[in-house]
């Protein structure tokens, strides 16, 4: 659903994203999937019902070929939560993915954020 909501919003690697009530990340990760090339079809990001994010590789050829493709000097994705502990498995999520060119994560209230 947020990969869906992202191609409704026409949201592409030339805009920066702000999630500032991310929780377990899902339109941050989904959206760091899309601005690294990196196929939906090869990586599942599931958001579980205890909050926590991780990545099943379910065909690693397939995951590495968009690595392979992705672009340097990424525009960043900008996550934020008020919850301590969600922004820390986000961004344990984030590095163990190797996304952190992509997100940045960091623990703050949405209110803080000046557009």
């Known amino acids: 659903m ?3 909501a992202l191609m409704r919003a026409d949201f592409s690697s030339a805009q920066v994203l702000l999630d500032p009530m991310c929780g377990a990340g899902t339109f941050s990760l989904e959206a760091a999937l899309m601005v690294k ?3 939906r079809a090869g990586t599942e990001i599931l958001p579980l019902q205890t909050g926590r994010a991780f990545v099943t590789t379910l065909e690693p050829h397939t995951a590495q ?3 392979a493709d992705s672009k340097p000097g990424l525009p960043p994705i900008l996550a934020s939560d008020i919850d301590p502990e969600a922004c820390r ?3 344990e999520c984030v590095r163990r993915c ?3 060119d992509a997100v940045s994560v960091a623990c703050r209230i949405f209110s803080s954020w000046i557009p």
Request: charged fraction near 20%; proline fraction near 7%; aromatic fraction near 0%.
């Open 98 to 100: 190797s996304l952190s």
């Open 2 to 4: 947020a990969a869906a």
């Open 89 to 91: 498995r986000l961004d």
């Open 37 to 39: 090339n990196i196929p």
């Open 65 to 67: 070929a968009g690595r």
